[in-house]
């Protein structure tokens, strides 16, 4: 633990970095699950893409760690933590039903904004802090999440809504 | 609860309105406080600022119970506890320190970006279901807390974290 001098831009960024870190080790054990519960071929399949860019999205944060000279390492993250325990009641709530998937949606949807709020704010730290490393690998996950979020928004408005609505 | 047949996406619909009714009313209580621990005058002004937003917040979300024709009522949202239980780490961990502002700031994103995505599925909820009358409070409320996010941007990109780095 730092010190109190200690606890400068630089101490967030690397706690934000460990935040982040165990935040995607629980998405990718979570994906599988929602790829496998969903009952569009469209859903299941998008879950399972954003898996394999997740896999990539540990990657380039270890990546940073190597950069700072740190052996990669999570720190408990609560917000992910709920996020997920709100999905799992969800899926476990609306199994087999036609809401499921609505239901998944928008539970991956919360994932997503967790994950642009926290690497639009690690983005901006090591921007400041002259991380000039961090900063593409950063901003290239950045990228893939907010397109990650359009995408799910784009099925919500599709397929997913429509099938539970007209089950209704 | 309601039985296997009745969990429909309206159903998805109530629960989703009940999560982010009980996490506005978090985000009432956490306000004040954030704005009373920040350093600089102009996150203290934008926390007190969104604090009489989240008023009018929960007012639209009491119509669109109305609307319904229910109590208005939340329901436990682990999402929301754990994102403000990690705010309230960053406060204690951060407290009189140069850093504590972009601890803030990131913070109060990560609920932000909570939000967007909860209105933007209630309100994507709302259009399919025909609920014509709730869906522009739903948006009201979507643009704001875009709003809000986009000046905790800037805020963070100009003073917080300069301020934070100058004291490294």
């Not at 706690?15 to 982040?20: A, E, N, R, S, V």
């Not at 933590?81 to 899926?91: A, C, L, T, V, Y």
């Amino acid at each position: 633990m730092a010190g109190k001098k200690e606890k400068t831009l630089h101490y967030l960024f690397e706690d934000g970095l460990k935040d982040i870190y165990y935040a995607e080790k629980k998405i990718l054990v979570a994906l599988p699950k929602m790829a496998k519960a969903a009952q569009s071929e469209e859903l299941a399949a998008a879950f399972e893409k954003h898996k394999a860019e997740t896999e990539q999205q540990v990657e380039r944060l270890e990546q940073v760690f190597q950069q700072l000279e740190l052996q990669p390492k999570g720190k408990k993250c609560p917000a992910i933590d709920g996020i997920i325990e709100e999905g799992k009641e969800i899926m476990d709530e609306f199994k087999n039903l036609p809401a499921l998937d609505a239901g998944l949606l928008s539970g991956a949807q919360a994932v997503e904004h967790y994950e642009i709020a926290r690497y639009g704010t690690l983005m901006a730290w090591a921007k400041k802090l002259g991380l000039d490393e961090a900063v593409p690998l950063l901003k290239a996950t950045l990228e893939e999440e907010k397109k990650t979020d359009a995408l799910l928004t784009e099925l919500a408005e599709t397929t997913v809504n429509e099938y539970a609505e007209a089950a209704e």
